[in-house]
């Protein structure tokens, strides 16, 4: 069992000497720490940073986020994908600003009424903004628990998550309970990394630490086996007329939702097809490959470049300071972008 007391102090020692200097964690507002934790998931802590700075910047508040357009709120969150989020928290501000006087909520049957904000979020922002008795149990967190009990069953599981959540709840300190939280966060992302390779001569919980003491830390947490990615074959069309590029935008629904795109069509063709297709163009020739992963799905794209003589209808027009500053395209084309802004293409 672990003793509550000397593993929160021990703890909240280490962070206290080695937390990462992080912008949220300068102003730790209920609007900062939600929008940084909705920024965290699925993406590293160093990309975020230049995001979140850039976001709270250019919307400061509930209100400017509840009434930003939307290819603006796209743009600033272009590159670091599963849009599904922001689209979310657009809509969390309206609520917040509709039923909670633009106060985001402190209790947790409200915060977990708004979209896109689960178990875990709910206790991130009421641990460390309101200083709530509430954990937030991320997957850094499962693996640090799981090495620590020596535990080998599958830390995805709800009830194997359920336990950890409880035994997370004893330990927590009278105060400084938000701090306590990142400290665990600080130690899975720092110290107790994944693959097998943690960092154990520098792990203030190694005496707690059950896997430690086994020599079985590298086995644990088990790797569970993946399901297999979805595949799928595209081609992607940079059209130019002299200056411009063509683009479209996706449907308001699916995958990259409402976001832009060079023209893109399903399945692979050869260069002959394509000339058929589009005999009216200028110049054709094929470019880079490329390949894009989601998180259940796996893009396989080849691509082709062409120019006309005029504009064809049906797309947007763009130049190349469109395509930087103006209009969302999501990294599944970023080589294409890239090559257009390099020139080229």
Not at 167 to 190: C, H, T, W
Not at 298 to 315: Q, R, V
Not at 320 to 341: G, Q, R, T, W
Request: charged fraction near 25%; proline fraction near 4%.
């Amino acid at each position: 069992m672990i003793e509550q007391n000397e593993f929160s102090v021990r703890l909240l020692n280490w962070y206290d000497q080695t937390k990462r200097v992080l912008p949220w964690r300068d102003c730790p507002t209920p609007y900062r720490v939600w929008i940084s934790e909705i920024m965290l998931q699925q993406t590293r802590v160093e990309a975020v940073i230049p995001y979140f700075n850039r976001f709270v910047s250019e919307l400061p508040d509930v209100v400017a986020l509840s009434k930003v357009d939307d290819d603006y709120l796209n743009k600033l969150w272009e590159g670091l994908g599963y849009y599904s989020r922001v689209r979310n928290l657009k809509k969390s501000a309206k609520i917040i600003v509709e039923t909670f006087h633009g106060e985001i909520p402190n209790n947790i049957e409200d915060l977990e009424s708004l979209p896109g904000i689960g178990n875990y979020t709910s206790g991130a922002i009421l641990s460390i903004a309101y200083e709530q008795r509430f954990t937030a149990v991320d997957g850094n967190v499962l693996r640090v628990f799981a090495r620590l009990m020596a535990n080998r069953n599958n830390i995805k599981d709800p009830n194997e998550k359920k336990k950890v959540k409880k035994l997370v709840y004893s330990l927590l300190p009278i105060k400084r309970i938000g701090d306590f939280n990142q400290g665990l966060m600080e130690i899975g992302a720092k110290v107790c990394l994944p693959n097998g390779s943690p960092l154990c001569g520098i792990c203030p919980l190694q005496d707690f630490c059950l896997s430690y003491q086994k020599k079985i830390v590298s086995e644990i947490p088990v790797k569970q086996i993946k399901k297999a990615r979805k595949l799928e074959k595209k081609t992607v069309l940079i059209m130019s007329h002299k200056s411009l590029y063509a683009v479209e935008q996706r449907e308001n629904k699916g995958l990259l939702a409402g976001l832009y795109q060079f023209p893109l069509l399903d399945g692979h063709f050869t260069l002959d097809e394509i000339q058929k297709q589009y005999h009216h163009a200028l110049h054709i020739k094929k470019i880079d490959s490329a390949k894009h992963i989601f998180t259940h799905l796996e893009w396989h794209i080849e691509a082709y470049a062409m120019s006309f003589e005029t504009t064809i209808g049906g797309y947007y027009w763009v130049d190349k300071n469109d395509i930087e500053h103006v209009y969302s395209i999501p990294n599944a084309f970023i080589k294409y972008k890239k090559m257009i802004l390099g020139g080229a293409i």
